[in-house]
T-cell receptor
Framework: DAGVTQSPTHLIKTRGQHVTLRCSPI?????VSWYQQVLGQGPQFIFQ???????GRGNFPDRFSARQFPNYSSELNVNALLLGDSALYLC?????????????FGDGTRLSIL | QKEVEQDPGPLSVPEGAIVSLNCTYS??????FMWYRQYSRKGPELLMY????GNKEDGRFTAQVDKSSKYISLFIRDSQPSDSATYLC?????????FGKGTKLSVIP
C-alpha cells in the first residue's frame, strides 16, 4: 500500500513569493497534519485537519494556511516567504484525530528560500 | 504543550553494541509516546508506540516509559550499521506530536 505522498520533493523560491505544498494521506486515513523541520531540529507542529476541519494550529504566523479536500488530501500554503521558512515540510496522516492515533509521515518537501 | 528534551548526540557505537536513547518530558497530562527513525533526506518512520508506563518490545527494539521520572527510553540490541540514523522521541498531545531534537546515531562496522 502507498504511504503518505508529498509533492513536490524539492522547491526553490525567493523571498516574498508564495508556495503551495501538497499531501496525499494513506488510503483510509482521514486526518492530516503538517510539520516544519529545520535542519538539526525535531519537527514542529503547524496544523492538523480532520474531516476537512482544522482541529489544531501550532505557533506559526498567519502567512501559513492549509486546507483539506473531500478526498482527504491536503495543501499547505505559505505567503510572503522569508529566508527563515527554508525547511523540510512534513505531512503526516492518521486514521482519525485523537491523541491515541499514531501518525505516519511522508518524506517531505524540501523548501529553499533564496 | 510543554517540551520534550532529547540529547542530540551524536552517538557512535560499534556494531553489535546495545544502544540506549533517552528523552524527558514535562507534561504529565499526555501518556502516548512514540519513537521515530529518520534517515538522511527521508521522513520520520514510526518505530515504536507506547502508552503510559512499562516496556514494549519489537524485535531488537525496546521502548520504556517511566512515569515517575518522566523519562522515555529506546534500547536497540545487537545494533547494525543499517540502524545509523537520527532517532526522534515524541509525545502525543491533544492533536499534535511534540518532538525532541533527535539523536544522531552512527553504528560503526
Amino acid at each position: 500500500d502507498a504511504g503518505v505522498t508529498q509533492s513536490p520533493t524539492h522547491l526553490i523560491k525567493t523571498r516574498g513569493q508564495h508556495v503551495t505544498l501538497r499531501c496525499s494521506p494513506i488510503s483510509g486515513h482521514k486526518s492530516v497534519s503538517w510539520y516544519q523541520q529545520v535542519l538539526g531540529q525535531g519537527p514542529q507542529f503547524i496544523f492538523q485537519y480532520y474531516e476537512k476541519e482544522e482541529r489544531g494550529r501550532g505557533n506559526f504566523p498567519d502567512r501559513f494556511s492549509a486546507r483539506q479536500f473531500p478526498n482527504y488530501s491536503s495543501e499547505l500554503n505559505v505567503n510572503a516567504l522569508l529566508l527563515g521558512d527554508s525547511a523540510l515540510y512534513l505531512c503526516a496522516s492518521s486514521l482519525a484525530a485523537g491523541v491515541e492515533q499514531p501518525q505516519h509521515f511522508g518524506d517531505g518537501t524540501r523548501l529553499s528560500i533564496l | 504543550q510543554k517540551e520534550v528534551e532529547q540529547d542530540p548526540g551524536p552517538l557512535s557505537v560499534p556494531e553489535g553494541a546495545i544502544v540506549s536513547l533517552n528523552c524527558t518530558y514535562s507534561n504529565s497530562a499526555f501518556q502516548y509516546f512514540m519513537w521515530y527513525r529518520q534517515y538522511s533526506r527521508k521522513g520520520p518512520e514510526l518505530l515504536m508506540y507506547t502508552y503510559s508506563s512499562g516496556n514494549k518490545e519489537d524485535g531488537r527494539f525496546t521502548a520504556q516509559v517511566d512515569k515517575s521520572s518522566k523519562y522515555i527510553s529506546l534500547f536497540i540490541r545487537d545494533s547494525q550499521p543499517s540502524d545509523s540514523a537520527t532517532y526522534l522521541c515524541a509525545q502525543a498531545g491533544s492533536y499534535q506530536l511534540t518532538f525532541g531534537k533527535g539523536t544522531k546515531l552512527s553504528v560503526i562496522p
